[in-house]
């Protein structure tokens, strides 16, 4: 409301910025576009490789990273927590072993969680910051539990919440403690209506109105419009890490199946990974070697010019969350091939704006892009109905605006 005073916030990633993080990093910039005031912290510094955009290099001046580890501002947070109270620290360690996996892994990874904690709550302590936001599973919402729950142990106000993504969550609910972090929570944002449902199968319904849907979401005005291509061979783009939950190896599969039946295509694989060497072999085994380029890792700066270049935009994971690439290439009016996992289908509705196909499926995916390679018109049309959907219900803006009302409504 006017006149109130701007909500300030913490925004706490296990890595970040990042290649990975670019849909974190809009959220961020979007929000302090509509004046809430954003402290970002990093668990892990981002490493140089991960910096390639110069959005992402200045943002990592301007963030807070609790590892690697300074010792001098270890042992200070570390003792200005004992004498705050040594009850409420033993609290602590005693949480985080407690949350941690079972086993000696585990035991150390809350032991981890536990030193890291004090780092961050005093931190926010000396910024005046109540509220913290973990983005992303891991070590990041484990560590802003901890700092949150200290800070009350010893009279200090503080909130917390965490956006949950998926599929990783999913596959491991009991590891990552998901439910028992939703539950300690203020409140909790999935990124679609699956995400959602998968928390509530999780939690009390007596938490269930703390659950919110909160798209990730991209700024539609910044990505120029597709020209239409008549001539040439047909262009496919897909951006992700590499994988093997990406699917990209289905792709090169695909991609043999339609040269067979003499579709003249070009692929283009955007991202990089620990199967980039598996996948250049494979599309050699496969024969489609000349037909299939590696970009290679690419920063936002760069990545535009390949959906431009493309006629089908085509993702063929075996799981996701809401892939933000997918608006990236809509909001281009590139048409989608999507396999429909997940929340997929919020986001691509078949026949309408893309075409969606069972995963793991060649047979489906080599229809599709057939399909679309066949009608150029049909590739427009739904590259436009795309465009509208990013712009009605994935604009960052928006996404922003419902966090904004949020962090008001529960921020300490």
Known sequence: MDGDPPTRIAYLV??????SKSFVLREVQALRGLGVEV???????????????????????????ILPLRIGRTLASHMRALVASPRAYAGLVAHALGTSM??????????????????????????????????????????????????????????????????????????????????????????????????????????????HV?????????????????????????????????????????????????IDLRLTIVGDGPKRE????????????????????????EIAQHYLAADVYVHASFAEGVPVVVMEAMAHRLPVVATGVMGVRELVRDGENGLVVRPARVDELVAAIERLANDPGERERMGDAGRRTVEDEYDVTQSAALLRDLFSRYAA
């Not at 998901?178 to 319904?205: C, N």
């Open 14 to 19: 296990g890595r970040y910025p990042g290649l």
């Open 39 to 65: 402290d970002t912290f990093s668990i892990w510094r981002s490493t140089p490789d991960q910096l390639l955009a110069e959005t992402d290099r200045a943002e990592a001046e301007r963030t807070f990273s």
């Open 102 to 211: 079972p086993g000696l892994r585990g035991r150390f990874l809350g032991l981890s969680w536990a030193i890291e904690a004090p780092i961050l709550w005093r931190e926010l302590r000396r910024r005046g910051i109540r509220h913290v936001h973990a983005h992303l599973p891991g070590t990041a919402p484990a560590v802003a539990m901890l700092a949150t729950e200290f800070a009350n142990r010893v009279g200090e106000h503080q909130t917390w919440s965490m956006t949950v993504h998926g599929p990783s969550e999913f596959y491991d609910v009991r590891g990552q403690a998901v439910g028992a972090k939703v539950t300690e929570a203020d409140f909790a944002v999935a990124i679609s209506d699956f995400g959602r449902s998968q928390l509530m199968g999780l939690v009390d319904e007596g938490h269930w109105d703390k659950l």
């Open 214 to 262: 909160v798209h990730c979401g991209v700024e539609p005005n910044s990505y120029p419009p597709r020209e239409p291509r008549s001539e040439g061979p047909l262009r496919l783009v897909t951006v992700g890490r590499l994988a093997p939950v990406k699917g990209q190896a289905l792709l090169l599969e695909a991609v043999r199946e339609l040269v067979g039946k003499g």
């Open 278 to 301: 598996a996948l250049e072999a494979h599309a050699e085994r496969l024969g489609v070697a000349d037909a299939v380029e590696f970009t290679g890792a690419v920063g936002q700066d």
